[in-house]
C-alpha cells in the first residue's frame, strides 16, 4: 500500500519580527537629529554616541522607542544600539514597561579624595533631605575636580566643596554658579608667539625629523600614563602606510587626574597648537578630541576655540572634530578610547595589530595625551635643554602633579621631575593639612599603588618607583593620613575598579569583584589574595585589571602594622 506524502504548503511571516516602530518615533527622531534620508552621512556608525548624546540631553533619558527608532535611522542592528547605550554610565536606558528617572539627578563623587573628604556622609545625608520623586541622587566616579572635594554634580553643573545645604539650595532654586573658565583667546595666544611652529612646520621651515629630534632631547614623554617617548610614537606611526589619523585622549578619568583639565581651561590654543603640530608630523586625514563628559564647561571652550581656528583658516573646517565621551573609566586605554570614537562600547582590543598599526577606522593612529601635546610649542620655543634643564635627583624635565587629599593646598602643581612627595607637599602643597600625619600615598593614581610615609623620599618620576612596586602613570598623587580608615580606601579603590571594568574578560570582570569581597572581611588572607592579584596581572587583557590589584598589593607589603592597629587581621 503506498502512503501519499502530502507537504504543507511554507508559510511565511506578514511582518519582520521585532516589535513595530511607531512612525511618530522616527519623525521625531528625524526633527531632533536631522533627516538621514538627504544626508546619509548621519547614519555614520561613528555618530551613534554623539547621537545617544543628543537623545539623552534632549529628553533626560534613552526611550527604548527612540532606541528602536535610531536603529531604523542608522541602519543598524538595534542589539549594537542597545549595547552601546547601556555600556556607557551617563545613559539612562529606560524600557516600555519602566518609570523615567526623576528629572534632576544629582551625582555625588565617591572617589578616593571625595571620600577622604566626607562623600560618603554627604550622599547619605542627601538621600535623607530631597525627594526621591523628584530627586535621584546616586554615586559617582571621579569628575576630575579632586582638588575641590567633595564634588557633586546636579544636572551636568559642577558643586565644588559641596554640603548638602549648597546642593540642596540649587535643587530647589535650580540657579548654578556659571563655572567660571576664564580661558586665553586665539588673539592673546597669536601675540605671544602661539601658531608660529604650525606655520613654520607647513611651510617647511620645521621638518618633521628636526621636530623630533628636539623632543628626543627634551625627553618629552607620554605624560597620560604610560610614558612612552613621543618622538618614537610619531616614528612608528609615520612608518605605517596611509591614511593615518591622530587622536587626542582628553578622558582623564584616574581617581585623582585633573591637570589635563587644568591645562585646557587656561591655554585651549597651546593645545590645540601641538595636537595640530602631532597631526601634521604624521599627515592625519583629520584629528580627533575624545573629551570626557564630566567636563561640560570644556565641551564649551573647545567648541568656541575650534571655530576660532577655522574662521583664521589655521584648520580647514572639520579637520578638528571634537567627541564627547559618556562616562567610562576604561575609554582611557587607547584602544578602547578607539573604540569609542567608532561609536562602538569601548572595549580594549587585543593587542597586536597596535593602534599605531591599525586604529581608527582601522587605520594607523596617533594617539597622545593632553598634556603631551601641550608641551610641545613650548619646548620648540624654549629649546629641548630648557625643559630637560629641570628636575632633581638625576631625573629630567616638569612634571604636572594633580595633588589631593590631606594637603592644605591641594591642585595642580608643576614641578621638577623627580621631585620627592616630602619635597612636593613641603614646598608646592603648603604642608599635610592642620591634625593630619602622613601615613601613605598613592603616586599614581588610583592604579599607581600606595607607598608608606617611610618612602616619602624616593624620586617621582618614570621608572623610579617599580622597585617599590608602584608607577607615577598620570602623576596623580592622593595623600593619605593616620587618620584615615586603610580598609575603607582598600575597598573605595578596588569597588571603583570593579564597576568600571568593561567585563570583557574573566579574570578583571570577575577578579575585582572577588577582591573587593576579600577585602571587606575583618581577616585578610595574604595567599588567597596574591593569588587571585597574580591572575589578574598576567590574565587580564589591558591595564585596568592588571593594575587594579596594585594598592592592596602594597597595603601588604607596607602597612601591616597600620592595619593591625585599624583592626584588620592579615594571615600569612
Not at 540657579?175 to 601658531?195: K, N, S, T
Not at 618614570?462 to 575597598?491: H, N
Amino acid at each position: 500500500m503506498t502512503v501519499e506524502t502530502v507537504t504543507p504548503p511554507r508559510r511565511f511571516r506578514g511582518r519582520p519580527r521585532g516589535r513595530d516602530l511607531p512612525p511618530v518615533a522616527l519623525a521625531a527622531l528625524r526633527q531632533l537629529l536631522g533627516d538621514e534620508r538627504s544626508d546619509p552621512g548621519l547614519r555614520r556608525r561613528d555618530l551613534l554616541i554623539e547621537h545617544l548624546h543628543a537623545i539623552q540631553d534632549s529628553h533626560g533619558h534613552l526611550p527604548l522607542v527612540t532606541l528602536r527608532a535610531l536603529a531604523a535611522y542608522m541602519n543598524l542592528p538595534m542589539a549594537a544600539v542597545y549595547e552601546t547605550a547601556t555600556f556607557y554610565a551617563h545613559f539612562d536606558v529606560v524600557h516600555d514597561d519602566q518609570v523615567p528617572p526623576p528629572e534632576v539627578t544629582v551625582r555625588v563623587c565617591d572617589s578616593l579624595s571625595c571620600q577622604l573628604a566626607g562623600a560618603a556622609t554627604l550622599e547619605a545625608e542627601l538621600k535623607a533631605g530631597v525627594d526621591p520623586q523628584a530627586v535621584r541622587v546616586v554615586r559617582a566616579p571621579c569628575m576630575g575636580r579632586c582638588e575641590t572635594a567633595p564634588v557633586v554634580e546636579v544636572g551636568h553643573h559642577h558643586v565644588l566643596f559641596a554640603t548638602a545645604e549648597g546642593v540642596e539650595a540649587v535643587v530647589d532654586t535650580g540657579h548654578f554658579h556659571p563655572e567660571a573658565i576664564v580661558w586665553q583667546r586665539l588673539a592673546d595666544y597669536r601675540a605671544e608667539g602661539g601658531f608660529e611652529l604650525l606655520a613654520d612646520c607647513q611651510a617647511g621651515r620645521v621638518t618633521v625629523e628636526a621636530l623630533m629630534e628636539t623632543l628626543e632631547r627634551s625627553n618629552l614623554r607620554g605624560l597620560g600614563g604610560a610614558g612612552f617617548p613621543t618622538f618614537k610614537k610619531w616614528h612608528f606611526v609615520r612608518q605605517e602606510s596611509g591614511p593615518r589619523y591622530c587622536a587626542i585622549n582628553a578622558d582623564e578619568g584616574e581617581p585623582g587626574t585633573f591637570k589635563d583639565r587644568y591645562y585646557l581651561e587656561r591655554s585651549p590654543h597651546r593645545f590645540l597648537e601641538g595636537a595640530l603640530v602631532s597631526a601634521w608630523a604624521v599627515e592625519a586625514e583629520a584629528l580627533y578630541i575624545y573629551l570626557r563628559d564630566e567636563y561640560p564647561g570644556l565641551h564649551r571652550v573647545l567648541h568656541e576655540a575650534i571655530a576660532e581656528l577655522e574662521a583664521e583658516g589655521l584648520a580647514p573646517p572639520g579637520y578638528v572634530v571634537l567627541r564627547r565621551g559618556a562616562g567610562a573609566y576604561i575609554c582611557g586605554e587607547e584602544s578602547a578610547m578607539i573604540e569609542s570614537l567608532e561609536g562602538k562600547p569601548g572595549k580594549p582590543r587585543h593587542r597586536p595589530p597596535f593602534v599605531a598599526q591599525k586604529g581608527l577606522f582601522g587605520q594607523p593612529t596617533l594617539v597622545n595625551n593632553v598634556e603631551t601635546v601641550y608641551w610641545i610649542p613650548l619646548i620648540h620655543q624654549k629649546g629641548a635643554d630648557w625643559f630637560a634643564g629641570h628636575g632633581r635627583h638625576g631625573r629630567q624635565g616638569l612634571r604636572s602633579f594633580s595633588l589631593s587629599g590631606r594637603v592644605r593646598r591641594p591642585g595642580v602643581h608643576l614641578a621638577p621631575a623627580g621631585i620627592t612627595l616630602s619635597e612636593l607637599i613641603e614646598e608646592y602643597g603648603g604642608g599635610m593639612a592642620e591634625g593630619h600625619r602622613l601615613a601613605g600615598y598613592l603616586p599614581g593614581g588610583a592604579s599607581g599603588g600606595i607607598l608608606p610615609a617611610s618612602k616619602a623620599d624616593l624620586p617621582l618620576d618614570f621608572d623610579t618607583l617599580q622597585e617599590a612596586g608602584c608607577f607615577i602613570g598620570s602623576a596623580a598623587i592622593i595623600v593619605v593620613s593616620d587618620q584615615d580608615d586603610l580598609r575603607a580606601v582598600a575597598t573605595n579603590l578596588l569597588a571603583f575598579f570593579a564597576d568600571e571594568s568593561c567585563g570583557q574578560c574573566t579574570p578583571c570582570r570577575v577578579g575585582t569583584e572577588k577582591m573587593l569581597t576579600l577585602l571587606e572581611r575583618d581577616e585578610w588572607r595574604v595567599e588567597e589574595l596574591e593569588r587571585l592579584s597574580q591572575v589578574m596581572m598576567d590574565a587580564s587583557i589591558c591595564g585596568l585589571g592588571q593594575a587594579a590589584p596594585n594598592p592592596v598589593l602594597g597595603l601588604l607589603k607596607d602597612f601591616r602594622g597600620e592595619l593591625a592597629a585599624q583592626n584588620v587581621i592579615v594571615k600569612g
